[in-house]
């Protein structure tokens, strides 16, 4: 299972303690997580980053090949669905963490809409 956390400054998805391998094409220093959000949504091959903590550093990615938990990464998910309210990633399986985010959609159409 997995924990979200919507980011209030813009529609990015936070991934605590878990850290996304593969697919990195770009990074560069930041102060805080904030930054490789709004980097990744300026940028159409980004889908996704992770943010070494300790290291300031932002790893932006255009694929994912695993994951991994490690406390001191925060990895993020590129809002691109439901007008960006929702990260859509096809054949991916993120592993680590705690489920604690629910979705309330009116009915079953919806939420088959929005988790596949």
């Known amino acids: 299972m997995l924990t979200l ?22 990074e560069f220093n930041a102060p805080e997580i904030k930054q490789c959000c709004i980097a990744c949504a ?7 980053y992770t943010f070494d903590e300790e290291n300031h550093c932002c790893f932006m990615k255009s694929a994912i090949s695993n994951s991994f938990k490690n406390t001191g990464m925060t990895s993020g998910l590129k809002a691109n669905t439901h007008h960006g309210l929702g ?30």
């Open 5 to 26: 956390i919507k980011a209030k400054s813009s529609n990015c998805f936070y991934l605590p303690s878990i850290a996304l391998n593969g697919g990195t094409y770009d």
């Open 42 to 48: 300026r940028d159409p091959c980004c889908i996704a």
């Open 87 to 116: 990260a859509f990633l096809k054949n991916i399986k993120i592993h680590g963490g705690t489920a604690s985010v629910k979705v309330n959609l009116p009915n079953n159409e919806d939420c088959m809409q929005y988790c596949t």
